[in-house]
C-alpha cells in the first residue's frame, strides 16, 4: 500500500458497517451503543500478540475494531442534531474538567517530545515519560485520546457555537466550507501527500 494511505482501509470497512449501525441505532440506540462500546473495549482485552503486526502487513495500522466507537459515537451525534436536538449549553463543572483535561494533555505530550528530541534530560523521570506515548496510540485509539477529544470538541463548541457571527466573516467562511467538504480536501490531502513523498524519495536518492 502506498505511504499515507494506511486510513482508506479503515475507511472503506467502517463505512460498509455504518448502514447496519445506522438502521440498528435509529431503533435500538441503547443497544447499538452498548455494542459498538463492547467492540472498542474487547479490541484492548482480546488483541492478540502479533494482530498488529499482521495489521501492518495488510496496511491496517488502525485498528478498525477501536475506530468504530468514534465513527460510531459521531453519527449518534448527527442523528441527534438532526432530530433537532436543543443546543449545547455550559456546565462550570465539565467545562473545568475539560479544561484540565487538556491541560494535562498539553503537559504530557510536552513530556514526551523533550524526551524523544532530546531537548532536555528528566533523569530518572525518562523511561517513564517516554511510556506515556502509549496514553496518545493513534492505530489502537488509546481512551485517553478519546477523552481529549471530546473535551477539545466541547470546548470549542462553548467557544464557537454553531450560531457564532464569528462563522460568517473573512477565513471562518473558508474553515467552515473545508468542513462541510471534508472527504473532498481529505482526498485532495492524499494525493498531494503521495506526490510529495514521491518528489521527496527522487530527490533524495539523486542526491
Not at 54 to 81: D, E, S
Not at 91 to 106: A, E, G, I, K, R
Not at 146 to 169: D, N, T
Request: aromatic share 16%; with cysteine; proline share 5%.
Amino acid at each position: 500500500m502506498p505511504p499515507f494511505f494506511d486510513v482508506l482501509p479503515l475507511y472503506m470497512q467502517l463505512l460498509f458497517c455504518m448502514p447496519f449501525l445506522l438502521l440498528l441505532a435509529r431503533r435500538r440506540p441503547v443497544l447499538a451503543a452498548t455494542l459498538s462500546g463492547v467492540v472498542y473495549v474487547a479490541s484492548f482485552a482480546f488483541r492478540s500478540a502479533n494482530w498488529e503486526g499482521t495489521a501492518l502487513g495488510l496496511g491496517l495500522y488502525f485498528n478498525p475494531f477501536a475506530w468504530q466507537f468514534l465513527f460510531f459515537v459521531g453519527m449518534m451525534l448527527g442523528l441527534r442534531r438532526n432530530d433537532g436536538a436543543p443546543p449545547l449549553h455550559a456546565n462550570p463543572w465539565v467545562t473545568t474538567l475539560c479544561v484540565l483535561v487538556l491541560f494535562f494533555s498539553f503537559v504530557l505530550k510536552l513530556g514526551v517530545h523533550v524526551v524523544n528530541y532530546n531537548i532536555a534530560d528528566l533523569g530518572r523521570y525518562t523511561a517513564h515519560v517516554a511510556n506515556l506515548e502509549t496514553w496518545f496510540d493513534k492505530g489502537r485509539l488509546m481512551p485517553w485520546r478519546i477523552v481529549h477529544f471530546f473535551a477539545l470538541a466541547y470546548v470549542i463548541a462553548l467557544l464557537l457555537p454553531a450560531s457564532s457571527r464569528l462563522w460568517q466573516r473573512g477565513w471562518c467562511v473558508l474553515v467552515r466550507r473545508i468542513g462541510e467538504s471534508s472527504l473532498q480536501i481529505f482526498c485532495v490531502g492524499l494525493a498531494l501527500a503521495y506526490v510529495s513523498w514521491v518528489i521527496a524519495a527522487n530527490t533524495y536518492h539523486h542526491a
